[in-house]
């Protein structure tokens, strides 16, 4: 089994800053692309962020320059360093892994996380 575990997230005001992280843990031989999506109530699941293996990175128009995606591959952990949040950054958001759960699976599985929720205030 394949788990990742958000942590990060709560309520900030607007302009402030958080840290979201998302560890992967289990039956876990190698992992391919790691990003964060989001979702606002009312509004479809959106891609903010994703990062490959070797740190290429890409980023949704709307929170480029305010949001760095990282991954630390030894510890199977991705980051997202939200600076300068604003209130249409509030959405719940997921942390999203193409995972090879063994040797001999023979392709890369989605996971996700459970969700986590930003909310910020004006």
């Known amino acids: 089994q394949v788990q990742l575990v958000e942590s990060g997230g709560g309520l900030v005001q607007a302009g402030g800053s958080l840290r979201l992280s998302c560890a992967a843990s289990?039956?876990?031989?190698?992992?391919?692309?790691m990003g964060w999506y989001r979702q606002a109530p009312g509004k479809q699941r959106e891609l903010v962020a994703a990062?490959?293996?070797?740190?290429?990175?890409e980023y949704a128009d709307s929170v480029k320059g305010r949001f760095t995606i990282s991954r630390d591959n030894a510890k199977n952990t991705v980051y997202l360093q939200m600076n300068s949040l604003k209130p249409e950054d509030t959405a719940v958001y997921y942390c999203?892994?193409?995972?090879?759960?063994?040797?001999?699976?023979?392709?890369?599985?989605?996971?996700w996380g459970q969700g986590t929720q930003v909310t910020v205030s004006s």
């Open positions: 999203n892994a193409d995972i090879l759960p063994s040797w001999n699976s023979g392709t890369y599985y989605a996971y």
């Open positions: 289990g039956s876990i031989f190698s992992i391919n692309a």
């Open positions: 990062i490959t293996p070797v740190g290429n990175t």
